[in-house]
């Protein structure tokens, strides 16, 4: 079972962009799907992007499309996420999810909800403040 370290967080003015990796400590991502999620202060844990085991196919929650793109990246053995266009109500504890895709049609799975993910990393700081 991998384990997961999320890096790339920090303060920055709105409008511009951060880049969040999500990397296996032990382990491969290959075979996991692999999710980033968000907690602001006094919310719900909310689903932001995930993206498949086969395929590598993206999915955004509507809040993000068109600002924030999610990737793998086979050399470094990491899923990240490129953060454009940010805004004040970006601002949130972002930690990344996988799950295993233990079969042909689990590598095609798609899931924002935290429930159905097993592996959690702890988390990398992101404000976004004038």
């Known amino acids: 079972q991998v384990q997961l370290v999320e890096s790339g967080g920090g303060l920055v003015q709105p409008g511009s962009s951060l880049r969040l990796s999500c990397a296996a400590s032990?382990?491969?991502?290959?075979?996991?799907?692999v999710a980033w999620f968000r907690q602001a202060p006094g919310k719900e844990r909310e689903g932001v992007s995930c993206i498949t085991s086969g395929y590598s196919v993206p999915y955004y929650v509507d809040s993000v499309k068109g600002r924030f793109t999610i990737s793998r990246d086979n050399t470094d053995n990491s899923v990240n996420l490129l953060m454009n266009s940010l805004k004040p109500e970006d601002t949130a504890i972002y930690f990344c999810?996988?799950?295993?895709?233990?079969?042909?049609?689990?590598?095609?799975?798609?899931?924002?909800?935290?429930?159905?993910?097993?592996?959690w990393g702890l988390g990398t700081h992101v404000t976004v403040s004038s």
């Open positions: 999810a996988a799950k295993p895709a233990t079969s042909v049609m689990a590598r095609l799975w798609v899931s924002l909800s935290p429930d159905d993910y097993d592996i």
């Open positions: 032990t382990g491969t991502l290959d075979g996991y799907n």
